[in-house]
């Protein structure tokens, strides 16, 4: 008995040993591959229920398969997730549905899904890599590297950019350049806008209009004192505080304008605060024009009236 027991291991052995090195094969009899299935070519069927692709996984309950087919019209292969009885059911596909991370077109995925050169990240703040991956803080590509990110804890987008070139591998360093706040104001150049826009650096447009529809306005009343209000104006020329204000991105040309503080005392109606914990002020330059429009307007009645005086004096002297 006992000798039959060992013989019978010994041929198992034997089996296991012999077919360790063989093919097997479904539909042909020349398998290349260890286990290789041939059968007929389709594309993935959208209705019906009948044969359709070259394998399909199912379980001894519900009605969910998962099937994998090559094309017939093309040189793809497909997976499928749908319903045995009726393909135009489809089901969820899930990869790594506990963890782990998801490459296509690479053997290494630093982040949970990396798509050649592109990446999304999913730890702490969420963003989308365009030629680096942020979870190994490496470029996926040779060239100049982007992101779009989310910060979850205050709802703030950000499109950053990088001003160097990388190699592949390097570890590049991106600059957010536009951000967009829960609130809906963009900023660029600043990340904490408290308007609907606002830009830290200069700008350059054809034109720029503003709202003036009479249907928009109420309480309606001429500018008063006009001349008066711009002669209390003090026009300046200055250098802006570049070092001291680096995020501002000011310029470095002397430039003229108006100091704020000085504005708001003759009129405040075009100096804006922003609302921050600084509370730095900004002068509407616009608006100063319909100042200068009356103000000009209340000078031409004056040099009216000394005309017609210089007249009748030239009369009377006659």
């Not at 539909?27 to 299935?37: A, R, S, Y």
């Not at 600084?278 to 200068?292: I, M, N, R, S, T």
Request: glycine share 10%.
């Amino acid at each position: 008995m006992k000798y039959r027991i060992k013989q019978s291991v010994l041929l198992i052995v034997i089996c296991i040993g012999g077919f360790s090195n063989a093919q097997t094969g479904i539909g042909t009899t020349v398998p290349v591959n260890k286990f290789q299935i041939e059968a007929t070519i389709a594309d993935p069927a959208t209705t019906g229920a009948a044969a359709n692709g070259n394998l399909r996984l199912s379980g001894t309950s519900g009605s969910h398969v998962l099937d994998f087919g090559l094309s017939s019209s093309s040189t793809y292969s497909w997976l499928q997730a749908r319903s045995k009885s009726a393909y135009g059911t489809t089901f969820s596909l899930l990869l790594n549905p506990i963890g782990g991370n998801v490459g296509i077109g690479t053997t290494s995925p630093g982040d949970p899904l990396v798509v050649g050169t592109f990446a999304i990240h999913d730890s702490g703040h969420k963003v989308i890599g365009f030629g680096w991956s942020p979870g190994t803080n490496k470029a996926l590509l040779t060239g100049y590297p982007a992101e779009i990110r989310l910060d979850p804890a205050n709802g703030r987008l950000s499109f950053g950019t990088s001003t160097t070139s990388y190699a592949t591998g390097a570890t590049p360093v991106l600059t957010p350049r536009l951000f967009i706040t829960s609130q809906g104001n963009v900023g660029v150049g600043t990340a904490t806008p408290s308007v609907h826009l606002q830009v830290a650096g200069d700008i350059i447009a054809n034109s720029i209009a503003g709202s003036s529809d009479v249907r928009f306005k109420q309480n309606i009343f001429p500018i008063q004192n006009a001349l008066q209000k711009v002669m209390q104006l003090q026009g300046v020329t200055f250098d802006w505080k570049k070092s001291e204000f680096p995020n501002r991105t000011f310029s470095d040309q002397k430039t003229i304008g108006f100091i704020a503080q000085d504005v708001e005392k003759v009129l405040p109606e075009v100096v804006q605060t922003e609302k921050t914990t600084e509370g730095y002020k900004a002068v509407q330059y616009d608006k100063v024009v319909a100042l200068l429009v009356e103000a000009i307007k209340e000078q031409q009645k004056e040099i009216d009236v000394l005309k017609q005086q210089i007249k009748q004096l030239k009369r009377d002297k006659k």
